[in-house]
Nanobody
C-alpha cells in the first residue's frame, strides 16, 4: 500500500501562487509515476501534471507555463502553481502508480478568487 498526503492548498487571489506537496509513504523512486489531478464540483477529474519515473513530464494545456511538477525530496512531489486563475479552483489530488495498483490521496482544496 502507498499512503499519499496532499498539503498546501488554500485561498488565493487571481494571479497568486501556491505550492502543493504530495508526501508518499515510500520513496518516489519506487513508484512508476506520480500525478496531480484536480476536480471541480460538477466536473470530471482531470490530469493536471504527471511525472513518470522515466523523467517524462506531462502538463494539461491549461496549466502549461504556469504550473511545475517536480521531485521535492525522497518521498515528495510538489506542484508549484503560479499565476492562478479562478478556473483553477478545484480539489487537487495526488495519484501514484505502482506495478499492480494505484493510489489516491484525500485531496487539498485550492480556491482562487476573482
Amino acid at each position: 500500500q502507498v499512503r499519499l498526503t496532499e498539503s498546501g492548498g488554500g485561498l488565493v487571489q487571481a494571479g497568486g501562487s501556491l505550492k502543493l506537496s504530495c508526501v508518499a509513504s515510500r520513496s518516489v523512486s519506487e513508484l512508476n509515476g506520480v500525478a496531480w489531478h484536480r476536480q471541480a464540483p460538477g466536473k470530471m477529474r482531470e490530469l493536471v501534471a504527471e511525472l513518470r519515473n522515466s523523467g517524462r513530464i506531462n502538463y494539461a494545456d491549461s496549466v502549461k507555463g504556469r504550473f511545475t511538477i517536480s521531485r521535492d525530496g525522497e518521498n515528495t512531489v510538489a506542484l508549484q502553481m503560479n499565476n492562478l486563475r479562478p478556473e483553477d479552483t478545484a480539489i487537487y489530488y495526488c495519484n501514484a502508480q505502482v506495478p499492480r495498483d494505484d493510489y489516491w490521496g484525500r485531496g487539498t482544496q485550492v480556491t482562487v478568487s476573482s
